[in-house]
């Protein structure tokens, strides 16, 4: 795609609310850590967002979390992205039950449409403790 | 005067939505384990696809190629 999309931001949440009407964006709780049992348990869901922007085109986005003590990939979704005009955003909301972390530390996702990186963020996992 | 031009700026603000959840969209890769049995899983396209995405460790990168490897497919076919 070119010239390559930007993302206005990207963020990890424990919820994502678009108002239907004003398509104003409520995220709840954004976090830099989070606490989530580790493999073979999936995680606590929580909300990936990001508000893109790009040409007019169709493309493949990838969203891809790597452990980045090894740069291990232990996650990856895709999806088909239209752009349908330069000045109206993509609102990529997903809600991700099904990653499993295998282990705590450091980690980033990192947001692809066809083979361009668009954003990054980093995040810490925590490993939670129940009693 | 500002409200009615919030007010159709508002309206004409359209973004497409991508309202996605994987459990309904299942993942193409997800962690099973190690590297060798979560490549196990994955379509021979989205493995060919991670190689050329070019950001994967060498553990990933080198059980990627071994599971292409043992499905007799070459990583550039």
């Avoid at chain 1, 990653?99 to 980093?122: K, T």
Wanted: hydrophobic share 45%.
């Amino acid at each position: 795609m070119v010239p390559p999309p930007v993302v206005a931001g990207l963020h990890v949440c424990r919820d994502v609310l678009i108002d239907a009407a004003s398509h104003e964006v409520t995220l709840t709780r954004s976090f830099r850590s989070l606490s989530a049992p580790l493999y073979p348990k999936v995680t606590t869901p929580f909300w990936a967002f990001a508000e893109l922007y790009g040409p007019v085109a169709k493309g493949n986005l990838t969203l891809q979390v790597l452990a980045l003590d090894k740069q291990e990939m232990v996650y990856a979704f895709k999806h088909s992205v239209e752009f349908k005009d330069r000045f109206e955003p993509v609102f990529l909301k997903l809600n991700m039950g099904q990653c499993r972390f295998p282990r705590p530390g450091e980690y980033e996702m990192i947001v692809w449409v066809d083979l361009d990186i668009v954003a990054l963020r980093r995040f810490e996992i925590l490993e939670e403790t129940k009693p | 005067m500002s409200s009615k031009r919030d007010s159709l700026s508002t309206n004409l603000f359209s973004p497409t939505i991508l309202d996605l959840d994987d459990s309904r969209t299942p993942p193409v890769f997800v962690w099973a384990g190690s590297n060798e049995e979560s490549f196990r899983l994955v379509a021979t396209e989205e493995i060919q696809l991670f190689l050329r995405m070019n950001n994967l460790g060498p553990a990933s990168r080198a059980a990627a190629l071994a599971e292409l490897a043992r499905r007799g497919i070459s990583p550039d076919a």
